[in-house]
C-alpha cells in the first residue's frame, strides 16, 4: 500500500495495486473523520480490507471509474461485504458490468457480475466524507469511462483514461482513439497544469506534465 499524504488538503489517498493488472485501486479519505470511499475495487479484496483496517478507515461508498475486469470484478462482493453502494461509472459501461463474470473467466480472475446503484453522467456531482468530485464523462478506454475531478483540492481519479506517458487502450471491444484524445484535450487539460490525478495503473502525475511530454498527446 503506498500512502500519499499530499495528494489533496483536508483528503488523503492510498493505492493499492490489485490483480495480476497490478491495477491501482485507491482508498481515499477525509483525515479529520476517517470517512472515506474505495475506488475501483477490481480483486485482492482482502488486501484492501487490511488496508482500510490498518488506516482506520469507515468506507461510505464504492465509485468504479469504468467498467473493466481489474477495475469492477470485486465491486459487489465488497459492497456486499461493507453495506455500502456503489456509484459509477456511466450507464454506457453497463454491457461490461453485465459481463464481468466472463471477462474473469477468461483471465482466470475472480469476479462477480456487478449493477451500480448510481450512474453517473456528464455534470453530475459525487461526495466523499462532503468533498466534492465533479464527473466528467471521459469515453474511448470504454464507452462509460468517467472521471472524478476535486476543483477545490486540485486532484483528480482518472482511472484508465490516461496515465503517466501514456494514455489507455483502445484495441479493447468498445474502444474508440479519437474519442479518448478528444476527451483528454477538450475536459481534462482545460482543468489546468496543476491539476494531479491517480490513474489506473502506474505512478501518479499532473495535467501539466503530461500537456508538456506525454508522447500520445503532444
Excluded at 48 to 66: P, S
Aim: proline share 6%; aromatic share 6%; net charge negative.
Amino acid at each position: 500500500m503506498n500512502e500519499r499524504a499530499d495528494a489533496t488538503v483536508g483528503l488523503k489517498a492510498a493505492i493499492i495495486p490489485v490483480t495480476p493488472f497490478q491495477q491501482n485501486c485507491s482508498l481515499i479519505w477525509d483525515e479529520a473523520t476517517k470517512t472515506g470511499a474505495v475506488v475501483d475495487p477490481g480483486g485482492d479484496l482482502g488486501q484492501i480490507q487490511a488496508a482500510i483496517a490498518e488506516l482506520g478507515l469507515k468506507i461510505e461508498k464504492i465509485l468504479l471509474t469504468h467498467g473493466h475486469i481489474d477495475h469492477a470484478g470485486g465491486a459487489d462482493e465488497l459492497r456486499k461485504s461493507l453495506g455500502v453502494k456503489i456509484e459509477g461509472p456511466h450507464k454506457a459501461d453497463k454491457i461490461l458490468l453485465d459481463n464481468l463474470e466472463t471477462q474473469g473467466a477468461a483471465y482466470g480472475i475472480p469476479a462477480k457480475n456487478v449493477t451500480p446503484d448510481l450512474w453517473l453522467n456528464e455534470g453530475d456531482t459525487v461526495t466523499v466524507a462532503g468533498h466534492t468530485f465533479d464527473i466528467l464523462h471521459c469515453p474511448g478506454h470504454s464507452p462509460g469511462s468517467v472521471v472524478f475531478v476535486n476543483k477545490r483540492q486540485k486532484f483528480m481519479l482518472a482511472g484508465d483514461v490516461i496515465f503517466r506517458g501514456s494514455i489507455g487502450r483502445t484495441d479493447f471491444p468498445y474502444g474508440d482513439h479519437d474519442a479518448l484524445i478528444n476527451a483528454i484535450k477538450t475536459k481534462l487539460f482545460p482543468l489546468g497544469d496543476e491539476f494531479a490525478f491517480i490513474c489506473g495503473h502506474g505512478p501518479t502525475s499532473t495535467i501539466g506534465a503530461e500537456r508538456r511530454s506525454n508522447p500520445f498527446l503532444t
